[in-house]
């Protein structure tokens, strides 16, 4: 079966200091691999995602990047960041085709001060 | 992709069936029906999705109208972790892997 990986769980940093924050696949391999915001009170937003190594396409603007390294590696980093970034960051994976049903980390909770 | 609408809030009472409505009458014929909760602090759960015709799991059955432009979400047997916010979301094929999810309906199942 697959898991889908997030860390850290919780991140606490203060403004202008960097961040990456990792997700890991297992037991699938090529999959779409997706970045997703959830700020407090509203909806998931989608940051960027991927459809193979090396590959991002980014959905908004942001102080954020992402990078996949690996297949089932994919990492979001920013060099500074703001107050506004604030969030909860949710990895999610589906299978390369169409319609493909997507699959959510645990989510890592960060906190800009 | 087509936009859904859903109550706000709905309440069950334990043991009961939980039916969440959706509209989506600008939904297309390519587009899925797709349905996701979320328990506070975690990560979204996939649920269940259907085309056109009713579809039913492990955790619930998905049933869309003949005409496609609503749907209804059962859970046969409402349990207290049931309580969560409950996504209708509406996607194509060439809405490529983006899922948009609306505000959603907030299950309170009670006691």
């Known amino acids: 079966s697959q898991t889908i990986h997030q860390w850290p769980a919780t991140l606490v940093q203060p403004v202008g200091s960097p961040l990456s924050l990792e997700c890991t696949v297992e037991?699938?391999?090529?999959?779409?691999l997706y970045w997703y915001r959830q700020a407090a009170g509203r909806g998931l937003q989608l940051l960027f995602y991927?459809?193979?190594?090396?590959?991002i396409s980014s959905e908004v603007p942001q102080n954020l990047s992402a990078s996949r390294p690996q297949d089932r590696q994919f990492i979001l980093s920013s060099k500074k960041l703001l107050l506004s970034d604030s969030g909860f960051y949710l990895c999610?994976?589906?299978?390369?085709?169409?319609?493909?049903?997507?699959?959510f980390g645990p989510g890592t909770r960060l906190l800009v001060l | 992709d087509a936009k859904t609408t859903q109550p706000p809030s709905m309440d069950c009472a334990e043991g009961r069936a939980a039916n969440l409505p959706c509209n989506h009458s600008?939904?297309?014929?390519?587009?899925?029906v797709y349905w996701y909760r979320q328990i506070h602090s975690q990560g979204p759960q996939y649920i269940i999705h259907?085309?056109?015709n009713n579809e039913t799991n492990e955790m619930a059955s998905l049933i869309i109208t003949e005409d496609r432009k609503s749907s209804t979400l059962i859970l046969p047997h409402a349990t207290l972790r049931d309580t969560a916010v409950y996504y209708c979301?509406?996607?194509?094929?060439?809405?490529?892997?983006?899922?948009?999810f609306g505000q959603g309906t907030i299950l309170t199942v009670h006691p």
């Open positions: 259907g085309l056109k």
């Open positions: 979301i509406v996607r194509g094929g060439t809405s490529y892997g983006k899922l948009t």
């Open positions: 999610a994976w589906g299978r390369a085709k169409g319609t493909e049903t997507q699959y």
């Open positions: 600008t939904i297309s014929g390519n587009e899925y």
């Open positions: 037991g699938t391999s090529n999959p779409n």
């Open positions: 991927s459809v193979g190594i090396g590959q």
